[in-house]
């Protein structure tokens, strides 16, 4: 029988939802580490009892959590009992130590990045946003963090080193967004297992097909007319979302602060694709697991009203990968909604038909079973979510 | 022997409960019982003070002997009460900190 397994993050812990094939029955187990941040959690696709969890918090900083046995129990890596008992007999406790690679043997020299205001600032590691785990080895796995850059481990979440060619693509002018200067997408492609793309608020789309040594801007065709001295600057501009459909990876969609758009040629150019939306402002975007023209994104009214247009929550759907989208509100609050949705809050399942989730700072989480044309909420009064992932249970 | 009184978090993720008995010899810091408490509990480590620069994290605070020992020098002596045992070493989030 299949099943659906829900990863979620929140502001004051993790919650994980499972149900069967038929996505109607759901249990909510948590909350997990209670009290801190969960940025994002997410499973291994070739080990999914392997997930990994970024815990964070102000007080205590950053911690890094593995489960092996699909989230029943955590630690953090390398501290187990048999951990402690390797060969060199001393416990290490470096699951959460993200220090930038400065050497001159594999690093970019540690230089400043412009702060909102255009002044330059050092480079500080804060917190880790994004997990991503290998394609096709439960221990490797890649971190997203703030201040960005791209750290990669390949002993299961023991240890990291960063991949800092990343910084070498003309980091000093990368700058925050408002939540801060983040590395918050990770694309991986099994068809390509050289070529990644990163997405970074706000400095742009990023790719790699060195398999992360070296990075070259990928944003041609973004344009910020309002947030860029030079509108279609080569790197700055805030990106907030990329995605795309396994089966055609040259195919990329972003959501962008403002602006929705598509690349055909792996990033190289990018083209407008708001269309009639109410508004191109939003976080999430996603693609339909088993059609990839047909694409979602949520509606957000601007950069400063972080909530729905018109009160009104609604997912717009296109199924011709952009231009044209539909609104989709069955079950979805029509009055008085003025929740967000952020970047890592939406998701689509692998079952036939495709179901479609997404969690909202309101402490919501609503899925579809039939591809977005109706909505159940799975559960109303989580904290406010940050990130939503699912595990497919075949 | 020391006794530490960790942050209900902090002991949630090093799994105590209540206060944490160290064996010290000779003079006793912050520092030397920091570097005691995250040898025994290596999950802590980076969660008080940093990994690299060893600084208190901005948000944790240190108090022993009804005293405010956050800005005393890491390398600082801690009080015979603590050395001895009598009274508790408190690492303590910051109010502010959530």
């Known amino acids: 029988m299949s099943g659906v397994r829900l990863l979620v993050g929140t502001k004051k ?9 038929k996505r109607k029955q759901w249990t909510v187990d948590g909350p997990h580490f209670g009290g801190w941040e969960l940025y994002h959690l997410k499973g291994s696709p070739a080990d999914p009892n392997r997930i990994y969890a970024s815990q964070s918090s102000s007080w205590f900083g950053q911690v890094i959590q593995r489960s092996d046995d699909g989230g029943k129990t955590w630690n953090p890596p390398g501290t187990k009992p048999e951990d402690l ?12 130590m993200f220090v930038y690679d400065a050497s001159a043997e594999t690093g970019q020299p540690l230089t400043t990045h412009q702060h909102y205001d255009g002044s330059q600032r050092p480079w500080e ?3 880790v946003w994004h997990l991503e785990p290998s394609l096709t080895d439960p221990d490797t796995v890649y971190a997203g963090v703030e201040d960005a850059a791209i750290f990669k481990s390949t002993d299961g979440g023991k240890t990291w080193l960063e991949l800092a060619g990343l910084r070498g693509a003309k980091g000093p002018l990368w700058q925050p967004g408002a939540g801060g200067m983040c590395l918050h997408t990770i694309l991986l492609n099994c068809g390509q297992p050289d070529r990644m793309f990163v997405a970074i608020s706000a400095a742009g789309a990023f790719r790699s097909d060195d398999a992360g040594r070296t990075w070259k801007p990928v944003n041609k065709g973004l344009v910020s007319k ?6 279609d600057a080569e790197v700055g501009h805030c990106v907030h979302c990329i995605t795309m459909h396994p089966a055609r990876p040259n195919v990329l969609f972003m959501q962008k602060h403002w602006n929705v758009l598509r690349s055909d040629d792996g990033g190289a150019s990018w083209r407008e694709i708001s269309g009639n939306l109410p508004s191109d ?3 999430p975007i996603a693609v339909h697991a088993h059609e990839p023209n047909t694409v979602y994104v949520v509606p957000i009214k601007s950069d400063s009203e972080h909530y729905p247009p018109e009160g009104k929550l609604r997912v717009y759907r296109s199924k011709v990968g952009g231009n044209e989208w539909e609104a989709l509100t ?3 609050p029509q009055q008085n909604c003025y929740v967000n949705i952020l970047r890592d809050a939406m998701v689509v399942d692998q079952l036939d038909p495709c179901g479609i989730y997404f969690g909202t700072t309101g402490g919501q989480v609503y899925g579809s079973a039939d591809g977005g044309d109706s909505w159940t909420p799975i559960v109303r009064d989580l904290p406010a979510v940050l990130s939503v992932e699912m595990q497919t249970l075949l | 022997m020391i006794r530490v009184v960790l942050p209900q978090h902090l002991r949630i993720l090093a799994r105590v409960n209540g206060e944490v008995e160290l064996d010290v010899t000779g003079s006793v810091t912050i520092d030397s019982a920091l570097d005691l408490l995250e040898t025994r509990y290596p999950m802590l480590r980076g969660t008080i003070r940093d990994h690299v620069t060893k600084c208190r994290r901005p948000f944790i605070r240190f108090f022993a002997c009804e005293r405010d020992l956050s800005h005393v020098a890491m390398d600082t002596p801690l009080p015979e009460a603590v050395v001895t045992g009598t009274e508790p070493l408190l690492i303590v989030g910051a109010m502010a900190g959530g």
């Not at chain 1, 008992?85 to 959460?96: F, I, L, R, Y």
């Not at chain 1, 309002?226 to 509108?231: A, G, K, M, R």
């Open chain 1, 13 to 21: 812990g993790a919650f994980i939802l499972t149900s069967d094939g």
């Open chain 1, 85 to 96: 008992m390797g060969a060199d007999g001393m416990p290490k406790g470096e699951s959460n």
């Open chain 1, 125 to 127: 590691f804060k917190r």
């Open chain 1, 226 to 231: 309002y947030e860029l001295p030079d509108p």
């Open chain 1, 281 to 283: 402002f939003g976080f």
């Open chain 1, 330 to 332: 069955k079950g979805l």
